[in-house]
């Protein structure tokens, strides 16, 4: 929450340290969200250089809330900052500033890879678009561009900003050799007037809906990865954080658990099945199912942000590829009950 103290402990290990602690120079442009104070920021995890806010776009909306008094509420900046300067106010957070930000974006990373690239230095850049974020209001020349409203002028916007830096990457000379991907964080907004759409997927992000749980992820590594190749195997956001440092060539941290697992031999090919068979999911400490395969088990049931989470006194058990629109308790005359077995073995390790 805004201005509450916390975020990520400072004895963490970020991709970010590891691969600079290998030589590599390292960069966030966009938001950071995980630490607000001072040992907290990305400067303090890793990256040589940072521009973005320190929480959420949500708070360009501050200035404009006929209740809201900058000094008695505090102020949303834009922070600068790296590893040797530390980090500064830059300008405040304002609908203005939240509409052109890709193009900072932009031209700092292009000045960033160019840099790095001219002193023969690898690098890795953390590149944090703000779409699909609220409030969803694209630049002056993505307005009116698809005749779909904002929200498509926004996709068209990501869409673009995105290909420009693929080109970049081209015009560098480094395409053949750079690891691009390209994911969301979490499901799709459910607050009006920025509500997104997770297609047949049910639910939006806060809960366990395969809306909230799903998010599209692109990896391009040419030699590597094919191009050709798409799936619906289960990878978790803590596997990129593994696969990506053993393809960088580094180590993975041996003195802490990893969540993580490598992910190489299914994204390059030399399998079909993904190495992680399903996880756990939660909503803060209250667990609200597991997930294996193409089956879930839900204990928490909850449809969108705004809805009261139900707790349920019998799971469901839900085969996604029978009912991928989560629709029924269960799917008959199936009852799959010796799935619960897998479920409780993510969960409680049985059988190691």
């Known amino acids: 929450m805004p201005g509450v103290p916390g975020g990520l402990v400072a004895w963490e290990r970020t991709i970010a340290d590891v691969l600079s602690d290998d030589g590599y120079a390292t960069a966030i442009y966009g938001k950071w969200h995980v630490g607000e104070s001072e040992g907290r920021y990305p400067t303090d995890h890793g990256f040589d250089e940072w521009y973005g806010p320190r929480a959420s776009y949500d708070e360009c909306l501050w200035a404009e809330d006929p209740w809201y008094v900058a000094e008695r509420d505090g102020i949303s900046y834009m922070l600068e900052g790296s590893k040797k300067d530390g980090v500064r106010h830059e300008k405040q957070l304002t609908k203005e500033l939240r509409r052109d930000v890709d193009i900072e974006y932009i031209s700092r990373a292009k000045n960033f890879m160019k840099a790095s690239v001219s002193s023969d230095k690898p690098f890795f850049?953390?590149?944090?678009?703000?779409?699909?974020?609220?409030?969803?209001?694209?630049?002056?020349?993505?307005?009116?561009?698809?005749?779909?409203?904002?929200f498509a002028d926004c996709l068209l916007e990501l869409d673009t900003d995105f290909g420009v830096l693929l080109d970049y990457l081209d015009e560098l000379g480094v395409a053949d050799n750079t690891i691009v991907v390209f994911s969301g964080d979490n499901g799709s907004e459910e607050l009006e007037p920025w509500r997104g759409y997770s297609g047949f997927f049910k639910g939006s992000y806060f809960t366990g809906m395969e809306g909230s749980l799903r998010t599209p992820c692109m990896v391009r590594y040419p030699g590597h990865v094919s191009t050709a190749s798409q799936s619906n195997e289960i990878v978790h956001i803590t596997d990129m954080f593994t696969t990506l440092l053993l393809w960088a060539g580094s180590?993975?941290?041996?003195?802490?658990?990893?969540?993580?697992?490598?992910?190489?031999?299914?994204?390059?090919?030399?399998?079909?099945?993904?190495?992680?068979?399903?996880?756990?999911?939660?909503?803060?400490?209250?667990?609200?199912?597991?997930?294996?395969?193409?089956?879930?088990?839900?204990?928490?049931?909850?449809?969108?942000?705004?809805?009261?989470?139900?707790?349920?006194?019998?799971?469901?058990?839900?085969?996604?590829?029978?009912?991928?629109?989560?629709?029924?308790?269960?799917?008959?005359?199936?009852?799959?009950?010796?799935?619960?077995?897998?479920?409780?073995?993510?969960?409680?390790?049985?059988?190691?």
């Open 125 to 150: 850049v953390y590149f944090n678009h703000s779409m699909m974020h609220l409030p969803t209001i694209s630049r002056k020349e993505f307005q009116g561009k698809t005749g779909n409203d904002d």
């Open 251 to 352: 180590q993975i941290p041996s003195d802490r658990e990893i969540d993580g697992v490598d992910q190489r031999p299914f994204f390059e090919g030399a399998q079909e099945k993904s190495n992680r068979e399903g996880f756990p999911f939660w909503m803060g400490s209250v667990m609200y199912g597991v997930k294996w395969g193409n089956f879930k088990v839900v204990t928490k049931l909850q449809e969108t942000l705004v809805d009261p989470a139900l707790n349920l006194a019998t799971p469901h058990i839900i085969n996604l590829v029978a009912d991928p629109g989560e629709r029924k308790a269960y799917n008959f005359p199936h009852l799959h009950t010796w799935f619960i077995a897998h479920a409780a073995e993510i969960v409680f390790g049985f059988g190691e």
